[in-house]
């Protein structure tokens, strides 16, 4: 057994998920097209395959440790720049209708090939997030969006709540110390449509700590939103 293999089922224990051998070889042929594209172009920083196991698949696959993902969800990622945890959440669960969004060609030229070699079925879109959610085939059409992004919550939530249909979740993938952002993000949810269900907390292999914020579609996002994506960084809501 590979030692990404070995870390990777060691933090599935602790999450309570069962891996196959299956899932573990896709894992493992997704881990090595990853280092071996990013000598061409910067897909992660992180370049140890214990790191990318725990950092990258365990920390993407948490999702379904922690949220109800219903069978043959509409799930699209948002600026899923490597494929971070789409194709992760794609290898686990294959009745998931995953599309994947990112604004970097580049990067989708990558999407394309491994989720080709996987025979993972997903659409693959290049868009800006602001400009996405607009198209009448993807506003309002998903069950689930979700992003590992870095951006503030309350701008995070402005790109993806507009692609979310009414009783369906954005999922946030958060550090530790989420509760502030939180807090500043009341407003913005709201207004969005959304309010905020759930905040889980937890530690993997590397002991850093994360959340997962769930937010719940209530309402329709009005039509105004997203705004053009420098307003939305330099007036957040």
Do not use: F, P, Y
């Given at each position: 057994m590979s030692d990404i293999n070995s870390t990777l089922l060691k933090c599935a224990k602790e999450l309570n998920i069962s891996i196959t051998d299956q899932q573990l070889k896709a894992f493992d042929i997704y881990c090595d097209l990853l280092l071996e594209?990013?000598?061409k172009i910067n897909l992660t920083a992180i370049t140890d395959k214990n790191l990318i196991a725990v950092k990258h698949f365990a920390d993407s696959i948490s999702v379904l440790s922690y949220v109800n993902v219903k069978k043959n969800c509409?799930?699209?990622d948002v600026?899923?720049?490597a494929g971070f945890p789409g194709i992760p959440l794609a290898i686990m669960r294959n009745d998931i209708k995953l599309t994947l969004l990112d604004s970097l060609n580049k990067r989708l030229i990558f999407l394309k090939e491994v989720t080709n070699i996987l025979g993972i079925e997903c659409?693959?879109?290049?868009?800006r997030a602001e400009e996405g959610s607009r198209q009448e085939n993807l506003r309002d059409k998903f069950d689930i969006a979700i992003s590992r992004a870095v951006a503030p919550l309350n701008i995070l939530s402005e790109y993806c709540m507009p692609f979310v249909k009414s009783k369906g979740m954005f999922i946030s993938m958060k550090g530790p110390n989420v509760q502030e952002e939180i807090n500043n993000s009341t407003n913005a949810i709201a207004l969005l449509g959304g309010k905020v269900n759930n905040v889980k907390t937890f530690t993997l292999g590397d002991n850093n700590t994360r959340s997962i914020v769930v937010i719940d579609k209530l309402?329709?996002?009005k039509k105004e939103y997203p705004r053009h994506g420098s307003k939305i960084s330099k007036q957040p809501l």
């Open positions: 594209w990013n000598e509409k799930l699209i600026g899923t720049g659409e693959i879109i290049h868009s309402n329709k996002t």
